[in-house]
């Protein structure tokens, strides 16, 4: 069983910068994609960010030129760079991934592994 622990979240002011970790344990499996994901109060969850095993990264839009994803070349921990951080920026982030154990179909590209969250909160 694959396990995802998000880190470095916490409170920042606006226009600050916080860098967000996504440790990888457990069975070996083949990471087919990662993500972020983020959900703030009475809102739902939205993607923020994905890359797949190419290296291929995708943004939502209110996040695009800000934020960066990235993946440790080693290993399946992913990396969240948030820069030019906004109030609407307040979230719960959560780290994702489609671990299987190939990449071989459609259906490896479907998220199947979360992490707890861990909260970003971006206020003056």
């Known amino acids: 069983q694959v396990q995802l622990l998000e880190s470095g979240g916490g409170s920042v002011q606006p226009g600050g910068s916080l860098k967000l970790s996504c440790a990888a344990s457990?069975?070996?499996?083949?990471?087919?994609?990662q993500a972020w994901y983020r959900q703030a109060p009475g809102k739902e969850r939205e993607l923020v960010a994905s890359i797949n095993r190419r290296g291929v990264t995708t943004y939502n839009d209110s996040v695009k030129g800000r934020f960066t994803i990235s993946q440790a070349q080693f290993n399946n921990d992913v990396y969240l760079q948030m820069n030019s951080l906004r109030t609407e920026d307040t979230a719960a982030y959560y780290c994702?991934?489609?671990?299987?154990?190939?990449?071989?179909?459609?259906?490896?590209?479907?998220?199947?592994?979360w992490g707890p969250g861990t909260q970003v909160t971006v206020s003056s």
């Open positions: 457990g069975a070996i499996s083949v990471f087919c994609a």
């Open positions: 994702a991934a489609a671990a299987w154990v190939q990449c071989a179909s459609a259906k490896n590209d479907r998220i199947n592994t």
